[in-house]
């Protein structure tokens, strides 16, 4: 007897990111990619829900049951309102206070994510976008930020710990108090009109000449030049 795969009815399918979070569907909702950002899903049913990448932020879930939902890279914010029981920082979901440890970011588009507070040790982010992020206080050590776009970021207090920064662009970054001094490698890193670099300048440009004078083809200067660059503040001029 021939078997046949059965048919997809694709007349009744949908895009998960077009998923509405009172829209009817068989079995768990999936809604991967969708933008619920500020909406009041109520008493929703999210059990074993698919809502990975959603965007969450500003969303009151409160009353919803999120058991066995996947959030991996879901976004939140401090606007997002979570079920009382239910441990959003270790839930794989993007945003402060998040548990994201050792986890894969690379190459993920986190433009203006609030992650005050988050533990990023160790995290794969090479090649993400974090263009005016906000990263006060955020605990770095070993994760890899190469060619990690940072322009304009917020890194106040930041712990970069080992992390790498070859090629990282810097550019604009508030690093007031940032703790830069066991950073792995900066090559080709560019820090231009980068704020708050008075206390490690002189130590990061104390670094070998194969980081320092290496050319980063994206922003056209070399590391070098860029911390030459960087203004000085009033107070330590």
Request: with cysteine.
């Amino acid at each position: 007897m021939t078997h046949h795969p059965p048919q997809l009815e694709l007349e009744n399918w949908s895009a998960p990111e077009c998923a509405s979070p009172g829209q009817n569907q068989v079995g768990a909702v999936d809604a991967r990619g969708a933008n619920w950002s500020g909406r009041d899903l109520g008493a929703a049913d999210l059990r074993g829900a698919k809502l990975c990448r959603t965007d969450l932020r500003g969303t009151d879930l409160s009353s919803s049951n999120l058991e066995g939902a996947d959030l991996r890279l879901a976004r939140y914010d401090c606007a997002t309102r979570w079920p009382a029981d239910f441990d959003h920082c270790n839930s794989g979901a993007v945003g402060p206070g998040a548990r994201l440890s050792g986890v894969y970011l690379n190459s993920t588009d986190l433009r203006g994510m609030d992650l005050r507070g988050a533990v990023l040790m160790g995290t794969y982010l090479s090649g993400a976008d974090l263009s005016g992020a906000l990263l006060d206080g955020v605990r770095l050590a070993g994760a890899d930020l190469r060619r990690t776009v940072m322009r304009g970021a917020s890194c106040i207090g930041t712990r970069f710990g080992t992390a790498q920064l070859d090629f990282a662009d810097l550019r604009g970054a508030q690093l007031e108090d940032a703790s830069l001094e066991n950073v792995e490698s900066i090559r080709g890193a560019d820090f231009s009109a980068a704020q708050g670099l008075d206390s490690s300048r002189a130590q990061l440009l104390s670094r070998e000449s194969n980081e320092l004078d290496c050319w980063n083809p994206l922003t056209r200067s070399t590391t070098r030049d860029s911390l030459s660059q960087a203004p000085v503040s009033s107070t330590s001029s």
